[in-house]
């Protein structure tokens, strides 16, 4: 039995995605082969994925990288200078003037890794950073991996345990199940937005004591699936509860450029940590991860991410920074990472289109945000909480009795079952909560809404005509 179904024994349905994201693909080819359905093409909205939803990229990553690929465009003088200027920049950092050689550095291009922590100083206020705490790897999940790898060990009680949010991540579980470590769940208060509760982090370790050996806290800010984003008061009293319990904190930032909610704002755990004076700055062990697939580039499938590794022992971080030796990590990612972090500044040929197209994201995010949860609480039977920041929603789903014991007659999850009957009779594809860890029965789905309004619409449309059938079939 795996580790994640000791400690929850009711976290299920993990591998789901396979299951539903090949009912997806069958789908797919039956309507190529011809297949009449009642919609023409699958909508798959069940990740974080704001391309696979339609979202264009933003040009000027694309530019530098096209130019980076085929330099022969540094002289098409159709593309902006300062896209020509920063691609053969970064061709210059490459080995070899290519991007088709080997980096050298197993931890990252040296000039990407500065490009970074310049970016973490100035998006905290101008405290330092340094490259030399920077590890980039393809994709921050792959980073994550690496961290729990590092970190797993012994087995039974001894076994290394991580304080993991309820609901999670949905790749998460799998995460600490193939690296041998056990889920540790704290559950995050959907009565209050989904917000992280001290009595619920102190009662999730004191019950996982004796069961295993917890070393480390996860938390994901803004939340991925939940949407909440974490005011400095609370952010202080994860950092202080770390603190006192000797955990390593891992803090999972990469909807840090979508926070979209009132009076809201990202803060990082890196700058309060650094703002709480050095009886924290320099005792707690912070890894924090931030990625390409964060909300407004959604270049997921480029597969590239870093992480800030604060106070880790030197030769635990030297061990670290050796793991992707001697295999160096895809160099494309690696440029998209410098673009990312280092965007066109007001003056520069690209600003106004770079400006237009985030501000453009960043619009759809928030009018969809609000649209989805405004319609999916008029549903009979569905209470949507709010989303302040990420790319989904999380609704509750109130199934009717005779459907629960129906999924269980088959040996489903209930809300597994609603997702494949969704996906079947209109084509959308979205995520059970049980992959996000949820407790039966306390059913939810997850969709991501950062998708182009007319696609939103349609998700919507069609989601609506099955709810209302599903309940009409069993009042
Ligand atoms: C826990 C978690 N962290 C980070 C990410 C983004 O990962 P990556 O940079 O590997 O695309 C995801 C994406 O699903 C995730 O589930």
Redo the contacts with the bound molecule.
């Keep these: 039995m795996s580790s994640v179904q000791e400690v929850n024994p009711t976290v299920r349905g993990i591998r789901a995605p396979t299951s539903l994201q090949s009912l997806a693909a069958r789908i797919r080819e039956e309507i190529k082969q011809g297949a009449q359905k009642p919609f023409r093409h699958v909508i798959d909205v069940s990740?974080?994925d704001p391309h696979r939803a339609g979202m264009a990229p933003i040009s000027f990553v694309r530019q530098v990288l096209a130019v980076c690929f085929y330099p022969n465009l540094l002289k098409d003088e159709g593309l902006p200078l300062d896209v020509r200027q920063r691609a053969q920049q970064l061709l210059g950092v490459c080995t070899g003037g290519s991007v088709g050689s080997y980096s050298s550095a197993c931890c990252g291009i040296p000039y990407v890794l500065k490009s970074v922590a310049e970016f973490i100083m100035r998006r905290d206020g101008g405290m330092s950073s340094h490259p030399e705490d920077i590890i980039f790897s393809n994709?921050?999940?792959?980073g994550?991996m690496m961290i729990l790898h590092l970190m797993a060990s012994g087995e039974g009680e001894t076994q290394t345990g991580v304080l993991i949010p309820m609901p999670c991540?949905?790749?998460?579980p799998v995460l600490l199940d193939d690296n041998g470590l056990t889920l540790v769940p704290y559950q995050l208060m959907e009565d209050r937005g989904w917000a992280v509760d001290l009595d619920e982090l102190r009662r999730a370790l004191k019950a996982a004591r004796g069961r295993c050996e917890p070393r480390a806290i996860y938390i994901?800010n803004p939340g991925?699936p939940t949407g909440h984003v974490q005011d400095r008061k609370t952010i202080e009293e994860v950092i202080r509860f770390a603190a006192t319990e000797g955990l390593v904190l891992l803090a999972?930032e990469?909807y840090q450029d979508s926070v979209h909610g009132q009076e809201k704002e990202f803060i990082s755990y890196n700058k309060v940590l650094f703002d709480m004076g050095n009886e924290y700055s320099e005792a707690v062990e912070l890894i924090s991860?931030h990625?390409?697939?964060s909300a407004m580039m959604g270049e997921?499938g480029l597969?590239?991410?870093y992480m800030e590794v604060i106070n880790m022992d030197p030769a635990v971080k030297k061990h670290l920074k050796s793991m992707q030796c001697p295999l160096s990590p895809a160099v494309i990612p690696q440029l998209a990472l410098e673009v990312m972090v280092n965007p066109p500044t007001p003056g520069d040929p690209s600003y106004g289109t770079y400006y237009q197209e985030i501000l453009h994201s960043q619009t759809t995010l928030s009018a969809n945000t609000q649209r989805a949860c405004e319609f999916l609480n008029d549903l009979p039977g569905m209470n949507c909480q709010p989303a302040m920041g990420g790319v989904f929603l999380y609704p509750c789903l109130h199934l009717p009795p005779q459907m629960i014991d129906k999924a269980k007659m088959l040996g489903v999850e209930p809300d597994v079952l609603y997702c494949q009957k969704l996906l079947e009779e209109e084509g959308v594809c979205l995520g059970p909560g049980c992959e996000n860890g949820q407790e039966d029965p306390n059913y939810h789905i997850r969709l991501c809404v950062l998708a182009p309004p007319a696609t939103l619409e349609e998700i919507l449309a069609r989601l609506r005509s099955f709810h209302l059938r599903l309940l009409d079939k069993f009042p």
């Design positions: 990740s974080g994709g921050s999940q792959k994550l991540p949905h790749t998460l994901s991925n999972d990469m991860f990625s390409l697939s997921c597969r590239g991410g």
